[in-house]
């Protein structure tokens, strides 16, 4: 019996065929679907992710911002209570607060100990000395022939080949809380080898009177414009400029006496001050200078003491500052040293300064860089000299003036370029040509690497134009290292 062959039906055929198309439809369909989804949920979690990163980087900036103000805030405090100078942030010199101080302390407590830091009397934190040991050593040479009679500083590198410019030991620190002290001891070794000793600064001054007044007293070193008062681990060249070495000293101003300073109540940073100083010696080249140095100006000169306060030495000051923005400061004053001169019985020396510093920080900054600092200041001396009758020189009075203006850029952590102009003139006088009093020039160009904040690399290149002598060329290389731990110092 054979079996019939089934022939499907067409119908059921196209009913199969239809519902595997849909069935395959749906599921693509399905596919696409689930794949849409994943898509909006991925988007989902991301968005959700970025908002949290935002909201947690905002948190962390405030937190950070608050930190950085807080540190700010201490370290200003702790500069103005010891120092009463300018910090780098504002140029606004406060006392401290008992808070600020406080706090100050236990941050100070908290953090590991390093070779930096003060060394504590008795477990006190009122009473405290920081100690240190600043070395500075320069090489090079100069075409002149009498390199001493080229750089006139007192700290300037005044000899071919290798000079200790300035080994300093620093005592400094607080007294009680009303006064803080501070000693600077130098030593050197002269351009003929000799070794010399000096107590360069040793005095007090007070933390904590009312009225914002602040009394200082000892030996210190005038604040007269913005070169005067710095130590010369503090230069941002290797020697001293022209105008200040010519015009104050070589050893620039400093004398025992007392100092008065006042912080005005008004907007923006107001310091006055009036000091006064004992007149004679070598530290008071420009008045009563000895008479064993030579003669000054052509004139013998007259042995001169102190019969009233006529005879001391009276430096005013006035010290603005206000911020431009979060970036940039600007800082001016006005000085002048008024006092008599050993020329002769009734002669006197008037100085009078003008100096103007600004300075600006990126709000980025990384360690202080980068930065731009540019400071100027102008010098103008009256000299009443006296009638000599050894010489025959007649009364006159000699007029001297001159500035310097040096800017320094630190375009990059550790590494700072700089250049400084200096110009120094006078009027003719009776005893002429003088050397000291000659028209003289110079541009010094440099750079400085700082490895840390202890040690210091700088090579500087001197060109020297002085009327008389004529042109020179000089190259130095200076090292500086510290040990223990410094001070605060000026803006």
Avoid at 2 to 12: G, W
Avoid at 417 to 426: C, F, T
Wanted: glycine share 8%; proline share 6%.
């Amino acid at each position: 019996m054979k079996l019939a062959r089934r022939v499907p039906n067409p119908n059921f055929l196209l009913r199969l065929s239809v519902c595997l198309l849909l069935v395959c439809g749906s599921a693509g369909m399905a596919q696409t679907q689930d794949a849409e989804v994943r898509v909006r949920e991925l988007e989902t979690q991301l968005r959700l992710l970025k908002e949290s990163f935002e909201q947690a980087r905002q948190a962390h900036e405030r937190q950070l911002q608050a930190l950085q103000q807080q540190l700010e805030n201490l370290k200003s405090a702790q500069a103005a209570r010891p120092t009463n100078t300018l910090p780098a942030a504002s140029v606004t010199t406060t006392q401290a607060p008992a808070s600020a101080t406080s706090a100050a302390a236990d941050l100070g407590r908290s953090k590991p100990w390093s070779p930096a830091d003060p060394i504590r009397l008795l477990g006190n934190d009122r009473n405290y000395l920081n100690l240190s040991l600043d070395g500075l050593l320069a090489v090079g040479g100069s075409t002149a022939e009498d390199v001493g009679a080229l750089q006139r500083g007192g700290h300037d590198p005044q000899v071919s080949g290798f000079t200790l410019q300035n080994l300093e030991v620093v005592f400094q620190g607080a007294v009680d809380p009303y006064f803080r002290a501070q000693a600077n001891i130098i030593a050197q070794i002269d351009s003929s080898g000799e070794s010399a000793f000096e107590l360069e600064e040793a005095y007090a001054e007070t933390t904590s009177l009312p009225g914002n007044f602040q009394v200082k007293a000892g030996q210190y070193l005038t604040d007269f414009g913005r070169f005067n008062p710095t130590h010369p681990h503090t230069w941002m060249f290797v020697d001293a400029p022209l105008v200040s070495t010519l015009l104050l000293g070589p050893e620039g101003l400093r004398n025992p006496g007392a100092r008065v300073s006042w912080l005005a109540p008004t907007p923006f940073y107001t310091e006055l001050m009036l000091g006064i100083q004992n007149s004679q010696g070598e530290t008071a080249w420009a008045y009563r200078r000895p008479l064993d140095e030579g003669p000054l100006f052509g004139r013998a000169g007259v042995e001169r003491g102190v019969e009233s306060f006529s005879d001391m030495l009276y430096t005013p000051r006035c010290a603005v500052s206000f911020d431009l923005n979060d970036e940039q400061v600007v800082l001016a004053g006005l000085s002048a040293a008024l006092g008599p001169n050993n020329s002769g019985d009734n002669t006197d020396t008037r100085i009078y300064g003008l100096d103007l510093t600004y300075k600006w920080r990126s709000r980025r900054h990384h360690g202080g860089f980068p930065f731009v600092w540019w400071q100027s200041e102008f010098l103008w001396r009256d000299y009443e000299a006296a009638s000599d009758d050894e010489s025959g020189l007649p009364e006159e009075t000699l007029e001297d003036y001159g500035f310097y203006s040096q800017i320094l850029w630190g375009f990059h952590k550790g590494w700072v370029a700089g250049v400084r102009g200096d110009y120094v003139n006078g009027t003719t006088g009776a005893f002429h040509p003088d050397p000291d009093r000659q028209l003289r020039w110079r541009l010094s160009p440099n750079l400085t690497w700082y490895p840390t904040e202890y040690s210091k690399i700088r090579l500087q290149y001197n060109y020297d134009r002085r009327e008389l002598e004529g042109t020179d060329h000089s190259i130095w290389l200076q090292l500086e290292f510290l040990l223990g731990a410094h001070a605060a110092h000026q803006f």
